[in-house]
């Protein structure tokens, strides 16, 4: 039973130009959603989260929008830049679960010079 | 701030055999997970400790996996015996409560 998913497995995308990582959802008690950004060799690093009272959240090149009707959240980075080449994980959480984390399986994200 | 230390870094047994990884948190978060994360997968969590008890360790294969956590700091997991499909990275990861997790870099484990 996967909560989080991410249907993407890789995405190749130009330098300069948008990357938009998507993520979908079952649990309608998620209440907050997370990015992570993994390089190979290294632990996951936290990028960006959204709480569910909220559709948008921006953070400098990284915005996360979230669709609650659709449980749909997707992480847009504009402009692209080699060093955004990574996995990108989706989590989720809700407040009745020991704060823990749901995970997606991760998109691997090429940005091409 | 110093991260989350966790040795070692690379680990390859055979099968059968018997290993065990050390996690050192962030001074004063108080919740340290365990996590297994298989190539092309997300995250998958072993177990939760709040300080020095466990709060969550619904998934951990008890028959060959356990882990502890002394005086609510540092903690070590430890697979015995070890078979192929424990092939992954396991990552440990501490957060304050109900804030954001800091992950380590993770120990890759390759059993043959």
């Known amino acids: 039973d996967q909560q989080v998913k991410q249907n993407s497995p890789s995405l190749s995308v130009q330098e300069g130009r948008i990357s938009i990582l998507n993520c979908d959802y079952t649990?309608?008690?998620?209440?907050?959603f997370l990015w992570y950004k993994k390089y190979p060799a290294e632990g996951p690093t936290f990028l960006i989260s959204?709480?569910?009272i909220k559709d948008k959240n921006e953070d400098g090149r990284f915005t996360v929008f979230l669709n609650k009707s659709a449980k749909h959240l997707s992480l847009h980075i504009v402009p692209s830049q080699p060093g955004d080449s990574a996995v990108y994980f989706c989590?989720?959480?809700?407040?009745?679960?020991?704060?823990?984390?749901?995970w997606g399986a991760g998109t691997k994200l090429i940005i091409k010079p | 701030e110093a991260g989350v230390a966790q040795s070692p870094r690379y680990k390859i047994i055979e099968k059968r055999q018997s290993v065990a990884f050390w996690c050192n948190p962030i001074?004063?978060?108080?919740?340290l997970y365990w996590y297994q994360q298989i190539l092309g997968q997300g995250p998958k969590l072993l177990i939760q400790?709040?300080?020095?008890?466990?709060?969550?360790d619904s998934q951990l294969p008890k028959d060959r996996f356990s882990a502890e956590r002394l005086k609510g700091v540092d903690s070590t997991l430890k697979i015995q015996p070890a078979k192929l499909e424990d092939s992954a990275v396991y990552l440990c990861?501490?957060?304050?409560?109900?804030?954001?997790?800091?992950f380590g870099s993770g120990t890759r484990l390759t059993v043959v």
């Open positions: 989590a989720a959480r809700s407040s009745d679960s020991n704060y823990q984390l749901i």
């Open positions: 649990n309608s008690m998620f209440d907050y």
């Open positions: 959204i709480s569910s």
């Open positions: 001074s004063g978060h108080a919740t």
């Open positions: 400790f709040q300080n020095n008890g466990v709060v969550d």
């Open positions: 990861a501490s957060s304050l409560v109900n804030s954001g997790y800091t």
